[in-house]
């Protein structure tokens, strides 16, 4: 089981090209003035069924990856290794994953740095407010974006739009992507 905040089958504000997102729910970090505070208590949001989430990721066509978000995603490492475990075995999708983690913390630690095989790009680093930047994939200064494997460099992120926003059928809008520091803030 995973423990999501949300889901959105097609997006490309979380990555290269057209991707599929999973927000996790829960993280303990406590970063600077959180943007996602809304999604780090633990008991919030849903459980879903790794089998479940796949399958609806392998249903969707044009899609070339998956992002991976949060909340914090390697607070749940197990669901985390076994959910791309799985979209590995099962397609060629690329992998995406956003931690509040730095690389070093991640490789410290045998049960998160398990599944960084299983990664394409992972962005990396505490959400700062005071380094808060707009555009491209990165919230704040302070993080890094590695690049884990040969599929993806720098040039494959130039066109990332910087923010998309979703209004499903009831109403509820979504907004994803990382945006300009003042399109949500009062400055």
């Known amino acids: ?13 979380n990555g290269p090209g057209r991707r599929a997102c999973i927000w996790f729910q829960g993280c303990t970090i406590s970063c600077n003035e959180c943007c996602n505070v809304h999604i780090t208590n633990s008991e919030d949001g849903e459980n879903v069924e790794i089998a479940d989430i796949v399958n ?24 985390l290794f076994d959910l791309l475990k799985s979209i590995r075995q099962k397609s060629d999708l690329s992998v995406l994953v956003f931690t509040g983690y730095d690389l070093e913390e991640i490789i410290g630690e045998d049960s998160f740095s398990r599944i960084l095989p299983m990664i394409d790009i992972l962005v990396a680093g505490r959400y700062d407010k005071q380094k808060a930047v707009g555009g491209g994939l990165l919230a704040s200064a302070n993080q890094k974006i590695h690049f884990l494997s040969p599929r993806y460099g720098p040039q494959d992120l130039e066109e990332n739009i910087d923010i998309e926003i979703f209004i499903d059928e009831e109403g509820m809008i979504t907004a994803t992507g990382v945006s300009s520091p003042a399109i949500f803030t009062d400055d």
């Not at 089981?1 to 504000?13: E, V, Y």
């Not at 249903?59 to 669901?79: H, L, M, N, W, Y």
């Open 1 to 13: 089981m995973i423990r999501i905040h949300s889901f959105i089958p097609d997006t490309r504000a």
């Open 56 to 79: 609806r990721i392998l249903k969707i066509e044009g899609i070339e990856g998956v992002s991976i978000s949060g909340g914090e995603p390697f607070q749940q490492c197990d669901a």
